[in-house]
């Protein structure tokens, strides 16, 4: 089965410093990866995903990932983070021989950022 | 596009009353929808698979009898806490899948918080 490890329940950056939240995942057959954000008391909004295409994913709000199989990451970054994005960050993983309709999410990464 | 509305977002409840949550795709259709629970500060468990048109797949441990699904069109699903208890309240979230689309993404609710007394 596959599952998705993030790294760090808490990461705090300074603004305007670089954002790098963890993702490890483990699949048995080529994934689909997902980076969703949520704030507090809302629901989930794709930041970006990897479906077996290019391996550097560019996605909303100035994110980026990198999808590398040999490391089993797909780890999530900013260059400079603004206070609008202290956030909940989630990873996730959908298998592409499920039909791709189940995802497993990791346990959430909370950003904090300081002025 | 491709927003999915639910409603209510938060509802508080007597113990032993049921709650209905809905799950509307706004400007799409989905035969399938998924219904996830979180607790403070932790992830989204799936709870159940809502498949337009046909029972619900329900995930380990959840109990189908407590938590009923119905998913009677292609843009509404319906979960509905029966008889709620304390244990019951959490936050509620659904994603839907849009009609032919085989990317994997899923689009989300706002949540509906769901306080029972």
């Known amino acids: 089965a596959q599952s998705v490890t993030q790294l760090g329940s808490h990461v705090s950056v300074s603004e305007g410093a670089l954002v790098l939240l963890r993702c490890n995942y483990s699949?048995?057959?080529?994934?689909?990866l997902f980076w969703y954000v949520q704030y507090p008391n809302q629901g989930l909004q794709l930041l970006l995903k990897?479906?077996?295409?290019?391996?550097l994913v560019k996605g909303i709000n100035g994110f980026e990932a990198e999808f590398k199989k040999s490391e089993t990451s797909f780890h999530l970054t900013k260059p400079s983070a603004h206070m609008s994005d202290a956030a909940e960050y989630f990873c996730?993983?959908?298998?592409?021989?499920?039909?791709?309709?189940?995802?497993?999410f990791g346990t959430g990464t909370r950003l904090l950022v300081s002025p | 596009g491709a927003v999915v509305s639910q409603h209510p977002s938060r509802v508080i409840c007597k113990s032993g009353t049921s709650v209905k949550i809905e799950c509307r795709s706004l400007?799409?259709?989905?035969?399938?929808m998924f219904w996830y629970r979180q607790f403070p500060k932790q992830s989204l468990m799936l709870m159940a698979t809502?498949?337009?048109?046909?029972?619900?797949?329900?995930e380990q441990g959840v109990e189908k009898d407590k938590f009923l699904i119905n998913h009677a069109s292609l843009t509404l699903s319906t979960l509905t806490v029966t008889s709620a208890h304390p244990e019951d309240s959490s936050f509620y979230i659904c994603s839907a899948l849009p009609l032919g689309v085989n990317t994997g993404e899923l689009f989300f609710g706002e949540g509906s918080r769901l306080t029972v007394l």
């Open positions: 699949s048995s057959v080529p994934p689909y």
């Open positions: 400007d799409f259709q989905a035969t399938t």
């Open positions: 990897y479906t077996s295409a290019a391996t």
């Open positions: 996730a993983v959908s298998e592409v021989n499920t039909g791709f309709q189940k995802l497993v």
């Open positions: 809502s498949n337009e048109g046909s029972k619900a797949t329900y």
